[in-house]
């Protein structure tokens, strides 16, 4: 009985795996390796890669784990990707350094690596000897920056008043470069507009709330809000709805994700500085094969982020907006 | 194929004796050689020397764990804390050989001295504030954790000395060395356990505290040796994986502690105590890691991939349990 139930929970195991596995591995594969793919901005990155390599007309698969903290697991996964041999890797790393033993071993076989969305630090590149073909990925610290020039821009450059920052999970390298370049530019256009705090939401809408809640009552002079991504944006302006306040605070997230859209149309959330994780996508596989061909690729390709609003949504002349999902 | 899934019932006494002599259950190493051979028969890539280091290299840090696990849980205990400790220590040992700059050797020592220190902390609140286990290590976890964020300033400690590298990066004989100090920890852990006093002690107190009260077993302090070990382990671990990737990482071992108790009871350890064995964990943390390196090679999604491990966890335990039954009703 233990024997039939196992072959017949193998059998199932194995329909599963050919179901959900597609073509089997050939060589001039690209590998690409995500973070995660439970979240839409990964999820649209995955698009942009799909279409890219559909449009490239190029061989590629897709891994990611199951979390974007799962360090040691996506290490794991980037070694069995070697073992299939891709001619590249395109790796969004976790971190600055759980890859690295992975991408010395992909340059060590010749296969051509790429940092897609940034996440390597360059200065850590050199002492390991690494060489990456290219960088690609939308700047996080110019993204905060844009947020604060909109805020100023709404607000007046002599506005005074108190302002929360809501940071993504602690020791993230992406909310941390968000929330720092949005108080740079905002301690450098609006200098009477203070930051009382700068609190990590990691990434939980429900704690963005909660947090909101907390600083309203501590500065009810609260003029401004920004979340290092729109979950937690679209948390602040629940709370901030619920305790009468939507209307005097501006609101502020990063992304451009399809509820942050919503949101801005209905007229709620203020803005978002969308990311465009569907072009980072698509450009990274089109510049791999470039580069695969032998043409000169630069080294560092800043993909633009768009302040995405109700006159930018409405208006719909904005040509990045196709990009927008 | 169908050769490899022989029902249990084609052994004979004499070899599954001979097999359990090595305190192992039959039916998860039946487990682990189909897994492999499905995945053999599958994927291209399976089969080969590299990929086999593959495996071991990615179930290191894990089964160094789950060594931890079958030890307390072994115990009648229970260690939350597992993976953050390992977490904290990795950044500890990291803070002190790059941001203190101290030599090499003490950076591999305040790894284990930390998480060494987590598990007594938490030895000594089981055993003297009599607060459960669970709560205990479950507090540890967020301890551990937050203070790992706190050391690093929440960023990895990047760039350790040369000789802690080679812990983590060195491949005496074409052997990743955290392969060989697994298993080197896991020969130690299996005769510890398996054949000094020590070891039945640990295994009495799992089977009923208060017989072993009574047969004059310094339960205390068992209890707390046990906790202090595990954390140590932890801290092994940590020291391993930070080796790997040349710095600390605050986030390491995020919800590794659950992978690893996983892996102790499809090894037949068993959940409340009294029954357990490091080569059957072994056996555990390896079905684990063939079934990880199994769906990664066949590129399926991480979202069935979670699937399919659930699944795995269910049906080997069921089948470890289904032998059990079958066995005391005879």
Request: hydrophobic residues 50%; glycine residues 12%.
């Amino acid at each position: 009985m233990i024997g039939k139930m196992l072959r017949m929970s193998l059998v199932s195991v194995a329909a599963l795996s050919l179901s959900v596995l597609g073509a089997q591995a050939q060589d001039g594969q690209y590998g690409v390796l995500m973070k995660t793919l439970s979240n839409p901005f990964w999820g649209a990155m995955g698009q942009g890669v799909e279409d890219g390599a559909k449009e490239a007309g190029v061989d590629y698969f897709v891994q990611a784990v199951e979390s974007d903290q799962a360090a040691e697991p996506q290490l794991n996964v980037c070694n069995t990707m070697l073992e299939r041999q891709p001619v590249a890797m395109i790796t969004a790393a976790i971190n600055s350094t759980n890859l690295l033993p992975c991408l010395k071993a992909a340059q060590e076989q010749g296969i051509k690596v790429v940092d897609l969305d940034g996440n390597l630090d360059q200065a850590i590149l050199d002492k390991e000897g690494i060489e990456i073909t290219f960088r690609i990925g939308s700047d996080n610290v110019a993204a905060g920056a844009q947020g604060a020039e909109y805020l100023v821009s709404q607000l007046g450059a002599d506005a005074t008043g108190a302002v929360l920052v809501i940071e993504g999970l602690s020791g993230n390298i992406t909310g941390q470069k968000r929330a720092e370049g949005f108080a740079e530019k905002l301690a450098e256009l609006a200098p009477g507009l203070e930051i009382v705090a700068s609190l990590p939401g990691d990434w939980d809408r429900g704690k963005a709330a909660s947090i909101t809640n907390d600083i309203m009552t501590r500065n009810p002079d609260l003029v401004a809000i920004f979340a290092a991504n729109d979950g937690m944006a679209l948390g602040a302006v629940e709370a901030a709805y619920a305790a009468g306040k939507g209307d005097q605070i501006v609101i502020i997230g990063v992304d451009g994700n399809s509820d942050a859209v919503k949101s801005i149309k209905d007229g709620r959330l203020n803005a978002s500085v969308a990311q465009l994780p569907y072009l980072v996508g698509k450009q990274a596989v089109e510049n791999v094969k470039k580069a695969l061909a032998g043409e000169e690729v630069p080294s560092d390709i800043a993909v633009p982020t768009l302040v995405l609003t109700q006159e930018v949504l409405d208006d719909g002349s904005e040509p990045l907006l196709e990009y927008v999902k | 194929m169908s050769s490899d899934l022989a029902t249990p019932g084609v052994w004979t006494r004499a070899q599954r004796a001979s097999v359990e002599r090595l305190h192992i259950r039959l039916e998860s190493l039946l487990v682990l050689v189909a897994l492999s051979a499905l995945m053999a028969v599958l994927s291209p890539y399976f089969l080969s020397f590299s990929n086999l280091l593959n495996i071991l290299l990615a179930t290191s840090t894990i089964g160094i764990l789950a060594i931890a696990a079958t030890f307390v849980i072994g115990s009648g205990g229970l260690d939350l804390s597992l993976g953050s400790v390992m977490g904290l220590s990795g950044v500890v040992g990291a803070f002190v050989a790059v941001n203190l700059g101290a030599p090499s050797v003490l950076g591999v020592f305040a790894c284990i001295l930390a998480g060494g220190i987590a598990g007594y902390i938490n030895g000594q609140l089981v055993t003297r504030a009599f607060v459960p286990a669970f709560i205990v290590t479950l507090g540890m976890l967020g301890l551990a954790r937050g203070l790992a964020l706190v050391i690093s300033g929440g960023r990895v400690i990047y760039g350790l000395p040369e000789f802690m590298l080679y812990l983590g990066q060195g491949r005496p004989f074409g052997i990743p060395m955290p392969v060989i100090i697994f298993i080197a920890t896991a020969f130690i852990a299996h005769c510890v356990l398996a054949y000094t006093r020590f070891g039945r002690h640990t295994l009495a107190l799992g089977d009923s505290e208060s017989a072993a009260r009574a047969a004059g077993i310094r339960v205390e302090r068992q209890r707390r040796i046990l906790y202090t070990l595990s954390g140590a382990l932890a801290g092994l671990a940590g020291l391993l994986f930070s080796a790997r990737i040349n710095s600390g990482d605050p986030t390491a071992g995020l919800n590794y502690e659950l992978t690893a108790i996983t892996a102790a009871i499809i090894g037949g350890t068993n959940l409340f105590g009294g029954r357990g064995s490091i080569l059957g964990t072994m056996i555990g943390a390896l079905i684990m890691g063939v079934l990880q390196n199994g769906l990664n090679l066949l590129a399926v999604q991480s979202y069935y991939q979670q699937m399919a491990i659930g699944a795995v966890l269910i049906l080997a335990v069921f089948i470890d349990q289904y032998q059990v039954r079958k066995e005391s009703r005879v």
